[in-house]
């Protein structure tokens, strides 16, 4: 259960354990409110993460379902963060890919939707 480690990471703010979770080849996609897709360097989306990961968030996890395929768990989230200190807040659907072949597991695809907004 990958992603639970992965979703404590946020929680408690600590980018260096989501980090770990990430397979080296990691695939990441992010497609932002006004329709915008990201376009970086897995470097560049790992800053990004990490920038979001160290604010003050409260965030709402929903796990909306889990799929196995073979070595492999499927998880889809609906998300919610808001930043402690602003109003901005966002919803969004995250689908996380996580291998399960080995013991500590890792992701492998990290997908991100964001749907509203508000400020």
């Known amino acids: 259960m990958t992603y639970l480690h992965a979703l ?3 929680q408690n703010r ?5 980090k770990r979770l990430l397979h080296k080849d990691v695939e990441l996609k992010a497609v932002f409110y006004d329709g915008s897709e990201f376009k970086g ?9 990490r920038e979001t990961i160290e604010k003050e968030n409260h965030w709402d996890f929903e796990v909306i379902t889990r799929l196995n395929r073979r070595n492999e ?3 889809f989230l609906n998300v919610t963060r808001a930043e402690k200190h602003t109003n901005y807040k966002i919803n969004a659907v995250i689908i ?4 399960t072949s080995k013991s500590e597991g890792y992701i492998r695809k990290l997908h991100l939707e964001v749907g509203e907004y508000s400020t």
């Not at 600590?14 to 989501?18: A, G, N, P």
């Not at 996380?96 to 291998?99: A, E, F, G, K």
């Open 8 to 10: 404590l990471a946020c």
């Open 14 to 18: 600590d980018y260096e354990k989501f």
């Open 41 to 49: 360097t897995v470097d560049e989306g790992l800053e990004l993460i």
């Open 73 to 75: 768990e499927i998880v």
């Open 96 to 99: 996380i890919l996580c291998d």
